[in-house]
């Protein structure tokens, strides 16, 4: 599932630098707590998974199974932070305006241009230069 999107994003968007994409999703808040006697529910927001896309400019971030895209220049970027745990890592992209929390999968399987993209990106610190 993960390739077919990834090889139709390329296509799509004419991406020739593909070592410079990441795959992640959101990380879910909470929108809705209802206790009962007894018990709780947690609503969360709906997970979106997310193609990211690395480059001197910025972060372009594509949402699976959609056609929109963002772009979150470095020169907004306030704060812009990596942290890794075992196979997963978290991103937090913090800006004038928002703080944009991400979960970064580093290896899924039948996908190992995730892990070497993953590493790529490592040595140039994402492109970002602050």
């Known amino acids: 599932m993960v390739n077919e ?26 929108k809705q707590i209802i206790v009962t006697p007894k018990k709780t529910n947690i609503n969360f ?22 056609d929109d895209y963002a772009i979150i220049h470095w020169e907004e970027v306030e704060d812009f932070k990596i942290k890794h745990v075992l196979i997963i890592g978290k991103m937090t ?20 241009w995730i892990k070497e993209n993953t590493k790529y990106l490592e040595s140039y610190n994402y492109f970002y230069n602050k």
């Open 5 to 30: 999107e990834y090889e139709e994003l390329l296509e799509k968007q004419n991406i020739t630098k593909t070592s410079n994409i990441i795959y992640g999703t959101n990380i879910p808040m909470p």
């Open 45 to 66: 927001e709906e997970t979106q998974g997310y193609f990211f896309y690395f480059d001197e400019k910025g972060i372009t971030l594509y949402p699976l199974h959609r």
């Open 93 to 112: 992209i913090k800006t004038k305006n928002a703080t944009y929390k991400f979960q970064i999968n580093r290896k899924v399987i039948g996908c190992p």
